[in-house]
């Protein structure tokens, strides 16, 4: 399965982001930590952002308990 390159420079699709939030990633400077993401031309950034904001968003919503479980 392909992703959509979000970074030329170093090959980063948006799978490959939300591969890295799955595994801990929550910050953009972690992103390009263990990335390399947006870290050569730049332009790249902000389409990198949004799509890190948006897999933190799902991940984040889909890990969530239900209030009936996290009162037990």
Excluded: K
């Amino acid at each position: 399965m392909y992703g959509m390159y979000i970074c030329l420079c170093n090959a980063v699709t948006d799978h490959d982001i939300r591969r890295e939030v799955a595994d801990g990633v929550r910050s953009f400077a972690e992103l390009q930590a263990r990335t390399g993401c947006s870290d050569c031309c730049g332009c790249c950034e902000s389409e990198a952002r949004a799509c890190l904001a948006q897999a933190v968003e799902q991940h984040e919503s889909t890990t969530v308990l239900p209030a009936f479980v996290a009162a037990a």
